[in-house]
């Protein structure tokens, strides 16, 4: 067996460490990188990236209905699944030589492609190697979660690992979970021609604004979903070539469901097992590595980042975590994961994003906060490109500081950047709404509603007296 004894030795190549591999060895660190399944983990093989890819082939196949309010007729289209299958294999396609062997051999890492797993506290064994590393990263991800329904196992379900490679057999589908994976997959098939029905135990999209969501389930339920929210599914039988589902609503009622095809999407369960964490003195629970503010596990050698900590399970998290372990494990600085300027987006249409905390838990949380509400029908741009539903929502405190961001309606995902920007930085509402920006753009929106927050102290009283009073002065 070899021995290899580099500077860092990240295990997982998805988000987290290929980000931290690539930071680490840019940096002239000696560092080892391995992988046992496909390299981009599950953003680029079975997330984001087939998910938006889905979406975006679902996109395509609304532009009829949309066209026709500018007086632009299309024939209803006609949709070719395997040639939607073909798209998202080419999206992964284009993008995988970024996260491939080659490019990380390119920059200098040793990447191994096999099972890692901690011998002792200070080793890991992986294939015919075994890596003594100064510092160790766990970068394990998270699969699917399949909650211990009565007759699941017994009955053919997909989670995202496998939905992707079955897009073109899909016509009839039952999705369990109604967040944010739920909601897109749920739309993205429904407006490809399949027949969708979700299943979800609380609302659609729990974390989410309630307001906000409401647009999106009434999207949804344009879109022809039946929706079942507040109900448990109970039991799953297999009926022929098709599958049942028990579900069971507030009052008691039970239901039977019947689909083709059930997509399992209820949540995600950090991947602790056969790590040999024991042996590394790592501790986890099922919830995940458990980690201190540093992103430290309970051996100080070893940091876990990324879904396998249960920390919020975002492609965006993982990058950001890796670029503190950077900077803790290699130039020693004390680091800390703040949630606080958290964003996320459903990429659902219209879509839906959020940073920071939404009205309800800040008038929860924080009592005295102060909300601007800006429809997007208020915006000129909004109107040209018949895009009015929506609205854009701030919650700061009485002194002009956000604390939360909720926007639902096109693009909202875009348009959340300067907020991520104003939380990061702590910046006040004065310093969004003041800056020139270009007409029309859908932008315009988020200036506007931050000098609406200062609009009530602008045409005050006092204010027109000062004009008065300058007036005079000639
Ligand atoms: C359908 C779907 C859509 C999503 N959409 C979005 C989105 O739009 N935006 C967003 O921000 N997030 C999205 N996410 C979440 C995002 O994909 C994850 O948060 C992200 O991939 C986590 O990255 P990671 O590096 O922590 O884990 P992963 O990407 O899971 O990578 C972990 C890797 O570690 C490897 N591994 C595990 N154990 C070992 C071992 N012992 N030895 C060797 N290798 C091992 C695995 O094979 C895997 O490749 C989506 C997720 C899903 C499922």
Request: hydrophobic share 45%.
């Amino acid at each position: 067996m070899r021995l290899l004894k580099p500077d860092i030795c990240v295990i997982g190549a998805g988000s987290a460490g290929l980000s931290v591999a690539a930071g680490a060895a840019q940096l002239g660190a000696a560092t080892v990188l391995i992988e046992a399944g496909a390299m981009g983990g599950d953003c680029l093989n079975y997330g984001c990236v087939p998910s938006k890819a889905l979406l975006a082939a679902a996109k395509a196949a609304m532009q009829h209905r949309h066209a026709a309010g500018f007086g632009v007729e299309y024939a209803p289209p006609r949709i070719d699944l395997a040639r939607v299958r073909a798209h998202i294999k080419e999206t992964i396609a284009a993008i995988a030589p970024h996260d491939s062997v080659e490019r990380f051999e390119g920059l200098g890492v040793t990447v191994l492609r096999s099972w890692a797993r901690f011998v002792d506290d200070r080793t890991v064994e992986a294939g015919d190697a075994r890596i003594r590393a100064r510092r160790f990263v766990l970068a394990t991800g998270s699969s699917a979660f399949v909650p211990p329904i009565a007759g699941i196992d017994q009955v053919p379900h997909l989670t995202n690992e496998m939905v992707f490679e079955h897009v073109a057999e899909i016509r009839d589908l039952i999705v369990l979970g109604g967040g944010p994976i739920g909601v897109e997959l749920a739309q993205g098939f429904a407006r490809l021609g399949a027949k969708v029905q979700l299943v979800e135990m609380a609302r659609l999209l729990p974390r989410d604004d309630a307001q906000a969501v409401e647009l999106v389930r009434a999207s949804l339920q344009r879109d022809g979903i039946a929706l079942h929210e507040g109900a448990a599914a109970t039991e799953a039988q297999r009926a022929g070539d098709r599958i049942r589902l028990a579900i069971r609503g507030a009052k008691g009622e039970v239901r039977w469901l019947e689909g083709g095809h059930l997509l399992v999407a209820v949540g995600r369960k950090p991947r602790v097992e056969n790590l040999g964490l024991e042996q590394g003195g790592i501790a986890a629970t099922s919830k995940g590595i458990q980690v201190d503010g540093g992103l430290r596990t309970t051996n100080r050698r070893v940091y876990a980042i990324g879904d396998c900590n249960g920390g919020p399970a975002f492609t965006h998290v993982a990058g950001h975590q890796a670029g503190l372990v950077i900077r803790s494990a290699l130039f020693r600085l004390p680091v800390s994961f703040d949630a606080r300027a958290l964003p996320w987006v459903t990429y659902s249409d219209p879509e839906l994003a959020q940073i920071g905390v939404t009205e309800e838990a800040a008038r929860r949380d924080h009592g005295d906060v102060v909300v601007t509400h800006q429809p997007v029908a208020g915006n000129d741009r909004a109107h040209t490109d018949r895009h009015e539903a929506g609205f854009l929502k701030i919650v700061s405190n009485r002194r002009g500081r956000v604390l939360g961001v909720t926007i639902v309606g096109v693009q909202a995902g875009e348009l959340l950047a300067p907020w991520c920007l104003a939380m990061a930085r702590g910046l006040k509402l004065s310093a969004v709404a003041g800056p020139m920006l270009p007409y029309p753009t859908l932008s315009e929106m988020g200036k506007r509603a931050a000098g609406q927050f200062y609009a009530g102290r602008l045409f005050s009283p006092a204010t027109r007296k000062l004009v008065r009073v300058l007036r005079w002065f000639g």
